[in-house]
């Protein structure tokens, strides 16, 4: 249905990147992605203390950084309680293996240069009550850099988050750029046909999928994102299904499913 895909096959967006291959939210694995034939990739964004725009998942540096060595002090401290100075000094590729050391966090920017005019992004907006202005901050980018315009316009860009309010938030100060509220599992249609007011789709774990989900979400006109989908079984019964999007850990094994996206 969607991602100008030809015979109905899902959009495919990389998880993190390509989480996978690379260290997740690193440009390694924005790279990965890229070069996987991803149609998207997934990033998630917060915002460091002094009001910077970075990406990163975890609410703390411990299991993806060497902060324990840089910061001993700080390890269990909320991610956005450093400044983007401090994060620079952070290694977030070591983690998954030696030749990524010395990866550094990157600056949400980073995404819209890896696209590479190739790729698209998925900005998901991570646990905004910790990044206070962080919809301004992202419409503020989107606006004011010739990278995020590009992608714009070329379709090739949406923001979602779990946090419906914050989603709405971003929606009023950029209400060109595509949003996808998430949810664990998809509420009743009451809720769903609030969100169709100003969302192109929807996203969800595709393992709390239930049958007449996918018509129940299209009857909407919305699309329907799947998350985090790593097997070829799993891949191949969310396309039968009809799914529209699929964010997974291994973009390249869902591109060669569809017979090889690769540049
Ligand atoms: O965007 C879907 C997926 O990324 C949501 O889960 O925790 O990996 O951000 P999480
Ligand atoms: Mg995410």
Redesign the pocket.
């Known amino acids: 249905q969607r991602g100008g895909q030809p015979e109905n096959q899902p959009g495919i967006?990389g998880?993190?990147g390509s989480a996978g291959t690379a260290p997740e939210n690193t440009v390694p694995s924005m790279r990965d992605a890229r070069t996987a034939g991803a149609d998207l990739f997934?990033i998630?964004l917060q915002m460091s203390s002094d009001g910077v725009p970075f990406l990163f998942?975890d609410t703390t540096a411990a299991r993806t950084t060497n902060v324990a060595d840089v910061f001993p002090e700080r390890a269990d401290d909320h991610i956005t309680s450093f400044t983007w100075d401090e994060l620079s000094q952070l290694d977030a590729g070591s983690f998954f293996g030696t030749p990524f050391h010395g990866t550094d966090i990157p600056h949400l920017d980073a995404a819209a240069r890896q696209a590479r005019g190739w790729t698209g992004v998925?900005v998901?907006i991570?646990e905004p009550s910790a990044s206070p202005g962080v919809e301004q901050a992202l419409a503020d980018t989107i606006a004011e850099n010739r990278d995020w315009q590009r992608l714009l316009a070329q379709d090739k860009l949406i923001v979602?988050s779990?946090d419906v309010e914050s989603l709405e938030t971003f929606h009023e100060l950029a209400p060109e750029v595509p949003v996808l509220p998430?949810a664990g599992e998809l509420p009743g249609d009451e809720v769903l046909a609030e969100w169709a007011e100003y969302s192109v789709g929807v996203?969800t774990n595709y393992r709390n999928l239930e049958p007449g989900d996918v018509s129940r979400v299209h009857d909407l006109g919305l699309e329907l994102?799947t998350?985090?989908v790593n097997s070829p079984e799993a891949m191949q019964q969310l396309t039968d299904q009809g799914v529209d999007w699929i964010?997974t850990d291994f973009p390249r094994v869902l591109s060669r499913m569809q017979g090889g996206k690769d540049p």
Do not use: L, P
């Open positions: 967006i998880h993190r997934e998630d998942h998925n998901e991570k979602s779990f998430i996203v994102g998350y985090t964010i």
